[in-house]
């Protein structure tokens, strides 16, 4: 299985847990939605910081502006 | 392994391939650099479409304006 775990970075190392098992992720109306393996959906107000399929991690950050 | 395929999307239905087995994605400068396990880097000035983790596949677009 091939899904990740979705982080959302904070201040300095620190990183919160928004979703375990995320396989599919979606810009909608400039948010994410993220769906995991059990139908559930999150539409988090961030931006892609890094995908790390190897370690099965996408880490978020807070959205900056353009 | 869980590397995905990267795709450009184009007009309608079509789509080019950008690089195959990619295993790290990460925006870099307003663009996004792609990692493959062969060691290739790509940097791309594209957005995020669509990641289906499931489907294996990448999915960018060409980046709009803010």
């Given at each position: 299985m091939?899904?990740?775990n979705a982080y959302l970075k904070k201040s300095?190392?620190?990183s919160l847990m928004?979703?375990?098992n995320v396989y599919n992720l979606k810009p909608?109306?400039?948010?994410?939605l993220l769906e995991n393996?059990?139908?559930?959906q999150k539409l988090i107000d961030a931006e892609i910081y890094?995908?790390?399929l190897m370690e099965h991690?996408?880490?978020?950050q807070p959205?900056?502006?353009c």
């Open positions: 091939c899904e990740a300095g190392e620190e928004v979703m375990e909608e109306g400039g948010k994410l393996i059990f139908g559930e890094h995908i790390s991690k996408i880490i978020l959205k900056k502006p």
